[in-house]
């Protein structure tokens, strides 16, 4: 059991917020939602809207996440912000004696994700990155009906999102945000958690920029070989240079395809095509959440763990390395000691 018997004994677990946005709204929901949690204080990145965000939640607001991170009276960090922050925030956390959770990714560079996941084991701390992808109704759907389709040789998976004008956002900088596959990590979590071990790593980007710290539209395309032989290609853009949105997910088998698009699903096999029920996509910060706390409190396993989600980010790594170089990246020529 994690070191948070004060916080145990009390029945309850004291909790710092990083971040005012959609993510971390959500997280406060949960928390406030949940009597094993007190949420104590919360940080953002503008004054104003961090003040609005406490008002609302009834909680303390803070000047700055270091404030935040050191203070006495909160046992769990939790990183709802910009993707550049998430590690200095996680790191300071740890050392200061408190839990992590964190929105993927851990951090937008694979070795200071590696060195934060050996400081909390060290430290007897937890550190859990978010996942919810893994929990959805489309991921879930896909595991029950993997095996109808047999042996797996294409996979395609494809979300496009046109923005006319595009934002001028964080999600939009390429040092808040970071790499697409990178900043978008859960496009390869979804392949490496059904298909495993990669093999080989191809990509290509493009951006359209606006100034020069924004752009208006990126896009990437990768390929992956999978130990398995399983190939998948990955598509991921958002910008006003596109012009149809798409969110499929495509597997062929030798027996049989499963065709996503959007909320819908079918199994498509020789003379016949059979709807797929899939779940919905609502509620999973909070489900997270209450896994999390359940964690905590009675050691019941989580969905995912921090190395799962760092082996995928050396994987997004690779993608970052192949689209620089125009090289195929092999994965055991890639390994921790070259990220």
């Keep these: 059991m994690y070191n948070i018997e004060m916080s145990l004994r009390t029945g309850k677990v004291r909790v710092g917020l990083v971040g005012t946005g959609y993510a971390a709204k959500s997280r406060a929901d949960a928390l406030l939602a949940d009597n094993r949690t007190d949420l104590v204080a919360i940080v953002g990145h503008q004054p104003e ?25 909160i046992d769990l960090v939790v990183i709802s912000t910009i993707n550049r922050d998430h590690g200095a925030i996680a790191r300071g956390a740890i050392l200061q004696g408190k839990h992590v ?46 095996t109808l389709v047999g042996d797996i040789f294409y996979v395609r998976y494809s979300t496009i999102n046109p923005q006319h004008p595009a934002p001028r956002k964080w999600t939009y900088s390429h040092e808040m945000f970071g790499f697409p596959l990178i900043g978008a990590l859960s496009r390869l979590h979804r392949l490496t958690d059904l298909f495993g071990q990669v093999f080989s790593v191809n990509c290509h980007q493009r951006y359209w920029e606006t100034e020069q710290d924004y752009y208006q539209t990126c896009f990437c395309i990768s390929q992956l070989c999978f130990d ?31 065709i996503f698009d959007g909320d819908t699903g079918v199994l498509v096999q020789s003379g016949e095509t059979t709807p797929i029920e899939v779940g919905t996509r609502r509620g999973l910060f909070a489900k997270d959440t209450t896994m999390v706390l359940d964690h905590i409190f009675n050691g019941t396993p989580l969905y995912v763990t921090p190395e799962s989600s760092l082996y995928t980010l050396k994987v997004a790594d690779a993608a970052h390395r192949a689209a620089q170089t125009g090289l195929t990246i092999f994965m055991k020529d890639f390994g921790s000691e070259n990220l």
């Design 101 to 146: 959770i964190v929105e993927y990714p851990l951090s937008v560079d694979a070795t200071e994700a590696e060195e934060l996941i050996t400081l909390a084991k060290n430290q007897n701390k937890l550190l859990h990155v978010e996942h919810i992808e893994l929990l959805g109704g489309l991921h879930q759907a896909l595991k029950q009906n993997l």
């Design 228 to 258: 398995n032989g399983v190939l998948a290609q990955v598509v991921y853009g958002k910008g006003e240079t596109l012009w149809q949105p798409e969110r499929k997910f495509e597997i062929h088998g030798e027996k049989g395809g499963l």
């Design 49 to 73: 809207t961090t003040a609005k965000f406490a008002k609302e939640y009834q909680t303390e607001a803070l000047s700055s996440w270091q404030n935040l991170v050191e203070r006495q009276d």
